[in-house]
C-alpha cells in the first residue's frame, strides 16, 4: 500500500546559480503544503519490481485532504483503490474481492517520509531533507526518517520552482524495487469532502483486518 503514495528516478545536475538555496525550497515546500487543505490531481506510477524483473504501470485519480485523508482510485488497474480516512487504510484488488484495513498510524508515523504527503509530518521536525539538485525544473528533494529505516530506504520528490508543488515522487524499498509517480492536472483548496473518505464495502467483498487495531 506505501507504493500507492510513491515515485522513479530522476538523473540530478547541482543547482545553479540564481537558483534557491537548500533552506529556500524546504521551507517554501513546507509552506506550500501547510497552505494546502487539500487537493486532487491525475496520476501515472510506474513500480519496478526488481525480485521479479517486472514493471507494473498503473494511473488514475488521487484526492488528499490533510491531515490523513487520501483515495487513490485506478483506472488502471481497473477498479482498484486506496483510501486512508484518517484513522485507517484500506486497499481494495477487485479481482481478491477483499479490502485490507489496517490502522493508519501502524502504516505511517510521523518520521516516516510518506507521512508528509498526508499532512502528518514537519519537513525540519521529523526527517532528514537534503536538496539533491534540479531535474527538469524541478529541485530534487531527498527526506529520510530521523529515527532510522521505517520501512523505505529512499523517499525522493520533485518539486516545482514555480509554487513549490510535488510534480513527482520516487520511493525505494528496502528490496530495491521502486515506485514512481507523475501528478498532473493538480488543483488545490477545491473542497474536498469528508464524505468522499467513508469506507463503503463492495458489494460481494470481504473485510480483511490487517495487524493491531
Known amino acids: 500500500m506505501a507504493a500507492a503514495i510513491a515515485v522513479a528516478s530522476a538523473s540530478c545536475s547541482p543547482v545553479v546559480a540564481g537558483e534557491a538555496n537548500d533552506a529556500e525550497v524546504i521551507d517554501g515546500l513546507q509552506k506550500s503544503y501547510d ?6 490531481a491525475d496520476f501515472r506510477q510506474e513500480t519496478e519490481l526488481k525480485t521479479l524483473g517486472r514493471t507494473l504501470k498503473a494511473w488514475g485519480k488521487v484526492q488528499f485532504k490533510r491531515p490523513g485523508k487520501m483515495l487513490w482510485q485506478y483506472e488502471e488497474p481497473k477498479g482498484q483503490w486506496v483510501m486512508s480516512d ?3 487504510i484500506y486497499y ?3 479481482e481478491q474481492r477483499q479490502v485490507l484495513k489496517s490502522a493508519l498510524k501502524q502504516a505511517f508515523h510521523s518520521d516516516t517520509p510518506l507521512s508528509f504527503l498526508l499532512g502528518l509530518g514537519n519537513l525540519r521536525r521529523d526527517f532528514k531533507v537534503t536538496v539533491k539538485g534540479m531535474e527538469q525544473d524541478h529541485y530534487v528533494v531527498h527526506l529520510g526518517p530521523k529515527g532510522g529505516n521505517q520501512g523505505v530506504d529512499e523517499v525522493v520528490l520533485g ?28 488543483r488545490r483548496g477545491i473542497g474536498v469532502k469528508d464524505s468522499l473518505f467513508r469506507l463503503q464495502l463492495p458489494q460481494g467483498a470481504d473485510l480483511v483486518e490487517i495487524g493491531p487495531k
Open 86 to 88: 484518517g484513522d485507517y
Open 159 to 186: 518539486v516545482e520552482r514555480q509554487g513549490y508543488n510535488i510534480g513527482w515522487g520516487r520511493i525505494r524499498d528496502p528490496n530495491g524495487n521502486t515506485t514512481l509517480i507523475r501528478f498532473s492536472n493538480m
Open 92 to 94: 481494495y484488488q477487485p
Open 35 to 40: 497552505a494546502a487543505v487539500d487537493f486532487a
